[in-house]
């Protein structure tokens, strides 16, 4: 008896998991499959035809904004790794004692949410805002100059919405390198320089790797920060297909490039896995 | 494609030729994962073509009763932020109405409330007032609009213009009638332009460039691409269409538009992030009023657009004879008037402008001119040199034809 419950056990703690995902995931998967194999429109309803020609025009149509929201997203998760980086390590080898609240601090923007923060920088970067307004009034700017519905707008949005998800993880993997290690590098004559590019941030790669995965794959996808920092000239996947889904009611096109998107993440993803040796850092990053 | 995939035969081909028990399961399981797929179509409602059938009418409204309450949807900026009609209305008759500023822009309105009506569940409003676009088309169509019972509109039968029961997107207001129509022309701030503006052609001025807003409502842009052109939106052809496209292409490849706006444009311009935009009439006086902004709003010399929104009752409204009471409630002459005293749109019932005048005589000083002035308003009822300046939109006789023209100029957009 014991014995069939200790091999069931796995399956049971698998169960609400399982389930979940299943209802949540595999179920929508499928309908969205579905759809971006229609045809039709929304008046007539939409019929299942194995209609690939959604996804060729949908690449034709919008494959500008595609390669947009890949550079966007790649150039973020550089910006936000540069960024992180120093102050994951500060908090992990500096902070002592107040490591709690310099993460607690990391943390407390996410009371608020991000939406409203976003919409909250509009306000202070607008035309003629706080920032911009003394600035041109002292004549120091061009009347026309703007930051809003610029790229650097939304990729500074974009970086600063994303940070923590990026220093978390890479001050996990530092905060776990053990200080004996580092020593044994500075005792075999290894100058701080050496010692943290042969020691230190080998051992923080998984973090920094997880950062990433975090933080590229909803970057890229995001479309909040060119909806409401951005222009015409900034929109980014996500927006499009915000747009086929709730204006235009193109339920096929919208899903379609759902997956398009999801298949050029995935292979993004594994390709740098690849580079970083995949096999290392999932071990690493499981510990 | 030159090869067809969803073509049979083509089909048919690729699986004889390498037919074997792996593939034949594999098979087999795609055929199961297509059957689910298929499973998961969309429904539509379409009934193409169709007009209410004689008895719709008696067969939607039989039995139906007052439950005391209106769920009422409409535009931002459309009515006294006090509401004063409103309150008159349910101490008049008892019916509390709750009254939404949600419909931002046509598309987005259409495709949330879409699901829910077509599965035939309420979507949580008795009363909406939609724009004559193509959107007023595919609610028409889908079967999502209640046939409205003239009998129950005693006010607009005796007040209504009689221009509106000839207007191409509802002839004989089987299911909607007026709530206010507007022009769509341009606003500019004075002060940062530094002249005075009367053109559609000023909208292309390399001197504002990166300050001038556009709207991203597909319909809105196209028109402007098309006067600009000298080209009548009604009467466009597909081809009309791709050159208004190119104009307005270039329009932003010269970087003079700063973004393509939904009612937000109001506050771009209140921001100075635009100094000249495409613009409903009756926004900028009401931003004027409220904000004590300056702007202006004109109709251009090539032409401007007039559009309507009209008052609708979607089928599955939970209380549609408190609805209609409601809608009838604003044709009565004095409602009409102190309604388009505040927002400043055409009003459906004429009689208000003699209305605006009388109550304008029991005001005196700077109250009484600007009553006045809205009486006398060619934004608010328009001129015949007015109205011969005003072209309807682009209509389309068939789903394809629309989604064409959305696919001219929706790149635009989005960019």
Known sequence: MDRVKRRLAPYLLILPGGLWLLLFFAVPMIAMLSLSLQQGDVVNGYRFTFHWQNYTEAIEAYNSQLIRSLIYGAIATVILIVLAFPVAYYIAFYGGKRKPTYLFLLLLPFFVSF?????????????????????????????????????????????????????????????????????????????????????????????????????????????????????????????VIQAQYLVNSDYPTASALSFILMAVLLIGIFAYARALGTEDVMKVAAR | MSANISDPSFLRGMTQRRFGRRDALRLSGLAGLGAALAACGVQGKGTPGASAAPDAVEKFWAGKALTKHVDFANWPLYMD???????????????????????????????????QLAAGQSIGYDLMVITNSFQFSQFRDSGFLAPLDHSKLPNYTKNAAPAYAKEAFDPGNVYSVPWASGMTGIAYDKKKVGRTLTKLADLWDPAFKGKVGMFSDTQELGNFGLMALGIDPAKSTIDDWKKAADHLKKQKSDGI????????????LGKGEVWITQAWSGDIFQKNLSDGTEFEFFVPEEGGTIWTDNFTIPITAKAPLDAITLIDYFYKVDISATLAEYINYVAPVPAAQEQIRKDAAKLSGDDKTAMLAIADSKLVFPTDAEYSKLHYYVSFDTAEEQQNYQKTFEPIVLG
């Open chain 1, 115 to 239: 939406v409203l923060r976003t919409i909250s920088w509009r306000q202070i970067l607008t035309d003629e805002g706080p920032v911009l307004g003394p600035l041109k009034d002292l004549g120091l700017l061009s009347d026309s100059y703007h930051i809003l519905g610029t790229a650097p707008a939304v990729i500074g949005g974009l970086v600063y919405n994303f940070l923590p998800f990026m220093v978390l993880p890479i001050y996990v993997a530092l905060e776990r390198i053990d200080p004996r290690v580092v020593e044994a590098a500075r005792d075999l004559y290894a100058n701080p320089a050496t010692s943290f590019r042969k020691v230190i941030f080998p051992l923080a790669l998984p973090g920094v790797f997880a950062g990433v995965l975090m933080s590229f794959v909803p970057v890229s996808a995001d479309y909040v920060n060119s909806e409401v920092l951005g222009s015409s000239s900034t929109t980014m996947i996500g927006q």
């Open chain 2, 81 to 115: 932020p006090k509401k004063p009609e409103l309150k008159k209305f349910t101490a008049e008759t008892g019916i509390s109405v709750n009254y939404q500023e949600v419909i931002q822009e046509m598309g987005p309105w259409f495709a949330k409330v879409q699901p």
């Open chain 2, 257 to 268: 538009v700063r973004n393509y706006y939904d009612q937000s444009y109001v506050d771009a």
